[in-house]
């Protein structure tokens, strides 16, 4: 579903709203609500808004799980650091468990972390495939979401829910979820703001399959539900239904 709003703050109601329905529904049915964060300004936003109330005082801390989408090879310390965004945005200011928060932990290597990372996934889901409640993702102007960057091997990945890229271009190591992780959550909820977004958005929801090149438009859940949350900026040559 794609849905527009007049501005980001009207955007992150939205989605507060539906994350605080789909934690009090997961946590009452299943007795935890295991949520995967994005990094990028528009999530920030997002996680703001979800530290405040009337939010911050409705939804069960205690029974969410934190997740990340992907995360910049760094220290947890480093002002690039995904991790260090969502703590400093909303997970300082909020009652969930540590124990119930899993960085992406960059100590060794891109390859061991992303290693890591799988075994931390796996050991605590209890399903076969891991199925998380709740996916956050953004979207670059280049059509690349979590790490998932055009043109990249990590694309290709099918027998782990991991990887690993390196950017050439930003001279970077990133760990990411793979895209048969995300196409298996119960909810994926795209977070997108501004003018400079337009043209992607246009080219990812109107254009072609060009899967190498757009990787967001691999993330299609097989028996979820898919959210675009589009503010004016970013909707403005799509025909997208105003709220
Ligand atoms: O670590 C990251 O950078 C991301 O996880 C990335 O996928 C991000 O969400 C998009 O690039 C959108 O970011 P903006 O909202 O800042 O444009």
């Keep these: 579903m794609i849905t527009m709003y007049e501005d980001v703050d009207a955007l992150g109601r939205a989605v507060a709203n539906l994350?605080?329905?789909?934690?009090?529904?997961?946590?009452?049915?299943?007795?935890?609500?295991?949520?995967?964060?994005?990094?990028?300004?528009?999530?920030q936003r997002i996680y703001e808004i979800l530290a405040k109330p009337p939010y911050s005082e409705q939804i069960p801390w205690e029974g969410i799980h934190i997740y990340w989408g992907d995360e910049r090879y760094v220290p947890a310390d480093d002002i690039r650091s995904?991790?260090?965004?969502?703590?400093?945005?909303?997970?300082?200011?909020?009652?969930?468990?540590?124990?119930?928060?899993?960085?992406?932990?960059?100590?060794?290597?891109p390859e061991q972390a992303a290693k890591k990372y799988e075994e931390v996934i796996v050991s605590t889901f209890l399903e076969e495939v891991p199925q998380f409640d709740f996916i956050f993702l953004g979207l670059g102007s280049d059509g690349h979401t979590a790490s998932l960057f055009p043109n990249t091997s990590v694309l290709q990945e099918k027998k782990h829910w991991t990887?690993?890229?390196?950017?050439?271009?930003?001279?970077?190591?990133?760990?990411?979820?793979?895209?048969?992780?995300?196409?298996?959550?119960?909810?994926?909820?795209?977070?997108?703001?501004?003018?400079?977004k337009a043209?992607?958005?246009?080219?990812?929801?109107?254009?072609?399959?060009?899967?190498l090149r757009l990787p967001s438009q691999m993330i299609v859940p097989e028996n979820g539900e898919l959210f675009w949350f589009l503010d004016q900026g970013a909707s403005k040559l799509l025909n997208a239904n105003k709220k």
């Design 82 to 109: 995904n991790q260090l965004m969502a703590r400093k945005a909303f997970l300082d200011h909020v009652p969930i468990p540590p124990h119930q928060i899993h960085p992406i932990v960059c100590n060794t290597t």
């Design 199 to 211: 043209q992607i958005v246009c080219e990812v929801l109107k254009g072609p399959q060009d899967l």
């Design 19 to 43: 994350f605080l329905k789909k934690a009090c529904l997961a946590v009452a049915e299943r007795g935890k609500f295991t949520v995967s964060l994005a990094g990028g300004q528009t999530p």
């Design 163 to 196: 990887g690993h890229v390196y950017l050439t271009e930003l001279d970077s190591h990133r760990v990411t979820m793979t895209a048969p992780l995300i196409n298996n959550a119960r909810t994926v909820a795209f977070l997108v703001t501004g003018d400079s």
